[in-house]
Each structure stands twice: as structure tokens, then as C-alpha cells.
């Protein structure tokens, strides 16, 4: 059995364009890999039956579970008959906005392609992700990214400023689904350029935006005592991840985000992790 590290993911700032014709939203959002991670392990088995085991969490069973729709789809693309046990230790929260799913997918198929000696690209593995989900090549792509199009278009950004982020899960689960559902756009916007970095804190706060927020406080506003409890605990400013409900706090040290990430864990049924860029 071999093990391989899934890490999460916050949006700094995310930007909803327009609705597309096929459903989905064309997006501007800069992403940056966490290190909160979920912890994929992988062994071969006889047969064909791909098993996935989640100690604690109740997940999807058969090929509705990513994970094992990520296997099975190298697989075929493989073209080879493969049994598999996927045992996943699950760290970073569910339905949260951190990304959680569609990492342990990437995973699978990076670790997969490492175990097999398949010698698939990273583009070739972005180009199965991507059908598992929009997020899915973020995370075979392994930079700080600044993505568009449904979110698989990326485009890698440096400079950005050695911070230090505390994540805050209340313990609430939001669908992504809703959030776009009853996501009301304004007028649509092409604008929005590549952002460019020197390494100073303000220029990433000066960033934080999501579209996706209000939706999700309107129905939990408990996500707005979230951002303002972080501020309190020293953040120099604060947002909601994706469609929530995870909210990040930004801090320019360590301690100071260990202290705040300390003392939002107290309350009852919150999860907080201080984390810093990867």
C-alpha cells in the first residue's frame, strides 16, 4: 500500500462572469494550494472492483464516489483492468469549500499513474481530471493559479507573499450546487486580468472578493461572525473559500495564527487548522 498527500485549496478571490449556455459559470478566481491535507492510500488488488473506505464519513458508494470514478477513468484510458483498495483518512472537511473531493480525485490519479508507471502527462492527467471535476487539474497542476473558464484554464502566478492562513469550519455543510442555483449575476464581466504580486501582504488582501459569499450568508450568516472573529484574533482581513462554508483568515506569522486557530477550535463543532501556502 502506498500513501500519497491531498492537499486543500482556498479561493482568494473568485469571480463569477456569466452563466454558459451548457450550465456551468465562466470564472476569474485565484487559487492557492494548503497544507491541510487528507491522506490517500492505495494498494492493487485481484480483480476488477475498485473499494474506497473512509473511516468516519459517510461517502458516496460505487462510481457516484470521485475517488473511485478517478481510478476507474485512468483506467480505461489506460486501457487495463485493475482491481484497487482506496482507504482515505479524511482531514479536510466535507462540502466546505476547501476542495476537499476533487484533490483526493487528483490524487488518485497522480498516485495511480506513479504506482503503474503509466507515463501520463500532468496535461493528460489534467484532460481525465477535468470530466471528474472543474477542480480536479488545479491540483495535478501544483501551482497558485489564477483560473478561468469553469476553473480549468490556469495560468501559474508568483510572487505571492509567505502569509500564513487559519481556516474556520463551522460545521456546516454547503452544496455547491445551491450556491450557483440562487446566485444572482449582475452584469457580465470579460475584464479581470492575471494578478501580479511583489510579496507584500496587502497586495493579497486587497484581493479578497468572492461572489459566492453573499449567497451562502444570506442563508448562514453565522459565516459573517466567522470573518469578524477573525479579525478580532489579528487577521489582517478575511473570507468565505469557494461556496463555503469554510472562511480564512490571513495573518503575516506564524504564532499569531497558531494563537487565533487555538482559540476558534473551542467552540463546539468548529474546526480550525493554521496552514500556510504549498
Given at each position: 500500500m502506498e500513501t500519497f498527500l491531498a492537499p486543500a485549496?482556498?479561493?482568494?478571490?473568485?469571480?463569477?462572469?456569466?452563466?454558459r449556455a451548457d450550465?456551468?459559470?465562466?470564472?476569474?478566481?485565484?487559487?492557492?494550494?494548503?497544507?491541510?491535507?487528507?491522506?490517500?492510500?492505495?494498494?492493487?488488488?485481484?480483480?476488477?472492483?475498485?473499494?474506497?473506505?473512509?473511516?468516519g464519513v459517510k461517502l458516496p458508494v460505487g462510481q457516484q464516489n470521485i475517488a473511485a470514478s478517478a481510478a476507474q477513468a485512468l483506467f480505461d484510458?489506460?486501457?487495463i483492468r485493475q482491481g484497487?483498495?482506496?482507504?482515505?483518512?479524511?482531514?479536510?472537511?466535507?462540502?466546505?469549500?476547501?476542495?476537499?473531493g476533487s484533490s483526493d480525485a487528483a490524487t488518485v490519479l497522480m498516485g495511480l499513474n506513479q504506482m503503474l508507471g503509466l507515463?501520463?502527462?500532468?496535461?493528460?492527467?489534467?484532460?481525465?481530471?477535468?470530466?471528474?471535476?472543474?477542480?480536479?487539474?488545479?491540483?495535478?497542476?501544483?501551482?497558485?493559479?489564477?483560473?478561468?473558464?469553469?476553473?480549468?484554464?490556469?495560468?501559474?502566478?508568483h510572487g505571492l507573499p509567505p502569509v500564513w492562513y487559519v481556516l474556520v469550519n463551522?460545521?456546516?455543510?454547503?452544496?455547491?450546487?445551491?450556491?450557483?442555483?440562487?446566485?444572482?449575476?449582475?452584469?457580465?464581466?470579460?475584464?479581470?486580468?492575471?494578478?501580479r504580486f511583489s510579496g507584500a501582504v496587502e497586495e493579497v488582501i486587497n484581493l479578497l472578493h468572492n461572489d459566492l459569499e453573499t449567497v451562502t450568508v444570506e442563508r448562514y450568516p453565522l459565516i459573517e461572525q466567522v470573518k469578524r472573529q477573525l479579525v478580532q484574533l489579528g487577521a489582517k482581513g478575511a473570507l468565505m473559500s469557494g461556496s463555503g462554508s469554510t472562511v480564512f483568515g490571513?495573518?503575516?506569522?506564524?504564532?499569531?495564527?497558531?494563537?487565533?486557530a487555538d482559540k476558534m477550535s473551542c467552540r463546539d463543532g468548529w474546526r480550525a487548522f493554521a496552514v500556510k501556502p504549498i
Open positions: 485549496k482556498i479561493n482568494i478571490c473568485l469571480h463569477v462572469l456569466n452563466r450550465g456551468y459559470h465562466d470564472l476569474a478566481m485565484l487559487m492557492q494550494r494548503v497544507s491541510l491535507y487528507d491522506k490517500i492510500s492505495m494498494s492493487l488488488a485481484d480483480g476488477a472492483d475498485i473499494k474506497v473506505e473512509c473511516g484510458r489506460a486501457g484497487l483498495e482506496i482507504v482515505i483518512e479524511k482531514n479536510i472537511p466535507v462540502a466546505a469549500g476547501l476542495g476537499g507515463g501520463f502527462s500532468s496535461e493528460q492527467l489534467m484532460e481525465t481530471g477535468v470530466k471528474l471535476g472543474a477542480d480536479v487539474p488545479f491540483f495535478i497542476f501544483k501551482h497558485a493559479a489564477w483560473a478561468t473558464g469553469i476553473g480549468d484554464r490556469l495560468e501559474e502566478v463551522p460545521g456546516l455543510e454547503v452544496s455547491t450546487a445551491w450556491v450557483y442555483k440562487n446566485l444572482r449575476l449582475t452584469s457580465p464581466r470579460d475584464n479581470l486580468r492575471i494578478p490571513v495573518f503575516s506569522n506564524q504564532d499569531t495564527a497558531q494563537a487565533a
